[in-house]
């Protein structure tokens, strides 16, 4: 990863930074913190004790927020300090499930709509007194809907235009289901970041026998939708591409969707190599897995798993099954969206920590500095794997 002393950020910040992450978020947002806190108090910027760059080395940017709930389930977002005239970046994990609140006499799970909903409430708490307010938010909200079909809710489009209504600025995303979903805010900031760097990261940092060459190595995508990010990973490393499409029954629809009858593979022979399978999420996963079956009866060696966001909805026992009979090596995913204590402990499961890059990305973007060179990894892959590939 570019290191952040690599940087010249000379520009005057946009205003006093301060970091916002919900309840959902807190873990990722503290790890955020912390490098931001290390940075600035390291940094040998000569103009740092000015008053323009009043508020830039603090011992902590986070900026406290309560979103407490009513015994009926209704709410209000409280901020417990002054944002006047801060750069404010809210983080939030629309994902996670993990957290409860009492509903009468029951306790609820909190769901997508519920975070967002506490994330306008923040925004509201705000009330327009911040300088700019960019919202983080790794898994986009309705993402998945993010196109109409016959007599459908465009909820993604929906929730972007809210969003910027209330005095959003920028929305950074990573990986969104389709990046043209960014057409409903043409006038406002929307980056959609991919990982790719942090997970060839973590597969040569967990795998110490990879030869990465196109006679050992393959990538797929497990569907046409991912053919993208899949081709960019193969270009990036020198390697082949494959590709499954799913043939289904679009006579039924069983759990929201048509029903996959098979998976066709189009590509070159996969016998004897090491598979990399790349998709932005895995929700029940069962996709995922008749993939890699499909792969492993065409006699491919390893097969390693790589998911920006992985949610498990069923639970981890069909891959634990998969990992015990061979079918899988390896299954990487980041820490963009809450990840059980059951999935940290799994031996296959690798955890790509995109705290760091976060940070880098908030701290270029405080001083008004393009993020171009930090959404491109091309060189730092190739760095990576050169050094893998020299024994380092």
């Not at 000379?10 to 790890?31: A, F, N, R, V, Y």
């Not at 959404?375 to 892959?381: G, H, Q, S």
Request: glycine share 6%; proline share 4%; aromatic share 8%.
């Amino acid at each position: 990863m570019l290191q952040r002393s690599q940087r010249v950020l000379e520009t005057i910040p946009t205003g006093s930074l301060g970091l916002i992450p919900l309840d959902s978020c807190k873990e990722l947002g503290q790890k955020v913190n912390d490098y931001l806190v290390a940075w600035r108090h390291d940094s040998q910027l000569e103009h740092k004790s000015t008053i323009m760059f009043n508020g830039y080395e603090r011992d902590s940017y986070l900026i406290q927020v309560k979103t407490p709930r009513f015994g009926s389930g209704e709410a209000k977002g409280i901020i417990q300090e002054s944002v006047r005239g801060n750069d404010l970046y809210l983080l939030v994990d629309v994902c996670n499930y993990s957290l409860t609140y009492p509903l009468y006499n029951y306790t609820n799970h909190m769901s997508p709509d519920d975070h967002f909903q506490d994330l306008k409430r923040v925004i509201a708490a705000v009330g327009g007194k911040a300088r700019r307010i960019t919202v983080i938010m790794p898994f986009l909200y309705e993402s998945r809907q993010h196109k109409r079909t016959s007599r459908e809710s465009l909820d993604c489009a929906l929730a972007l235009q809210e969003l910027t209504k209330m005095g959003v600025e920028n929305i950074i995303t990573f990986d969104a289901h389709d990046p043209r979903v960014q057409n409903a805010i043409p006038l406002h900031g929307f980056e959609t970041i991919q990982p790719t760097y942090q997970f060839v990261k973590g597969l040569l940092g967990s795998v110490d026998d990879l030869q990465i060459d196109s006679q050992h190595m393959m990538v797929i995508s497990p569907d046409e939708g991912g053919m993208s990010r899949a081709i960019y990973m193969a270009n990036v490393l020198g390697l082949d591409m494959g590709m499954f499409y799913k043939r289904r029954d679009y006579t039924r629809i069983v759990n929201g969707r048509n029903p996959i009858v098979a998976h066709e593979f189009l590509g070159s022979d996969v016998a004897g190599k090491d598979m990399l399978i790349v998709d932005d999420m895995i929700s029940s996963g069962d996709s995922m897995l008749e993939v890699a079956c499909e792969l492993k009866n065409r006699h491919a060696k390893r097969i390693f798993i790589f998911s920006t966001f992985g949610l498990f909805t069923n639970g981890l026992e069909k891959f634990d099954a998969a990992y015990e009979d061979g079918t899988i090596t390896k299954v990487l995913t980041t820490n963009l969206v809450y990840q059980a204590p059951e999935l940290l402990n799994r031996p296959y499961y690798v955890n790509c920590d995109m705290s760091k890059y976060i940070a880098l990305i908030i701290d270029t973007l405080n001083h008004d500095v393009s993020i171009s060179e930090l959404l491109d990894p091309y060189e730092r892959i190739r760095a990576l794997v050169e050094k893998y590939q020299a024994g380092e």
